[in-house]
């Protein structure tokens, strides 16, 4: 099995170069990843992405419920994405990474986003403003797939909105809004940190966007 070390080496080229040095959070969250993995190092990576969808979906409903099951969905947010990040070092660390893992986990993450959406719209989110939210945790994705499609090797540092910023925004989210729910605030949480995932999400584009049109050579 590969050191931590290692793992951030073989993790930064499946992602393009990406280094998770870059930002605290993800190489944090990468971190408590791979020390998941050591013990876990048996456990099919297919078998935590799987889980990690699950346990997404599973979200939906506490966060409909509204009231203290809120705090359960936030959890359930928040576990679903350290199993995704538990798969990609289960197969990075212990030799097991293939493209067709690779790309089977970027179609998981992004289905585990439409969950996250989901469950602030049935949280109380406008409508409107989840799908904003929705769109701006694929457009990032997408850019980068499709430059690496152009020839861009190297899609670009870390920026504010990358896959550990969505999951923390959702989770806290709707963990504070249930913390809050006997005020009758809950709503207003909802939506207040829905908009600020969506301004990060902008954010987070835009400065994606700027790397990638140097990277391209555009004028």
């Given at each position: 099995m590969l050191s931590r070390d290692e793992y951030f080496a073989a993790w930064s080229t499946w992602h393009g170069g990406t280094d998770p040095n870059d930002s605290r959070l993800v190489r944090g969250w990468l971190s408590a990843a791979y020390a998941l993995a050591v013990p876990l190092a048996a456990v099919p990576p297919v078998a935590a992405t799987a889980f990690g969808l699950a346990v997404a979906a599973a979200a939906i409903g506490p966060a409909a419920a509204g009231g203290w099951w809120l705090v359960a969905a936030g959890l359930l947010v928040g576990l679903s994405g350290l199993l995704d990040s538990l798969d990609g070092a289960l197969a990075i660390s212990t030799g097991r990474a293939s493209r067709r893992g690779f790309v089977l986990d970027s179609v998981v993450d992004r289905l585990t986003e439409v969950a996250y959406a989901l469950a602030l719209w049935v949280a109380g989110a406008p409508g409107w403003l989840v799908v904003l939210f929705g769109a701006l945790c694929w457009l990032p994705d997408y850019l980068?797939?499709?430059?690496?499609?152009?020839?861009?090797?190297?899609?670009?540092?870390?920026s504010v909105w990358e896959r550990p910023t969505r999951v923390?925004?959702?989770?806290?989210?709707?963990?504070g809004a249930g913390i809050v729910s006997a005020t009758g605030q809950a709503g207003l949480v909802v939506t207040v940190g829905t908009a600020v995932g969506a301004a990060l999400g902008l954010l987070g584009t835009v400065q994606l966007g700027v790397q990638l049109r140097r990277r391209l050579g555009e004028p």
């Open positions: 980068r797939a499709r430059a690496g499609q152009a020839g861009v090797s190297e899609t670009g540092a870390i923390a925004m959702a989770g806290m989210t709707l963990g």
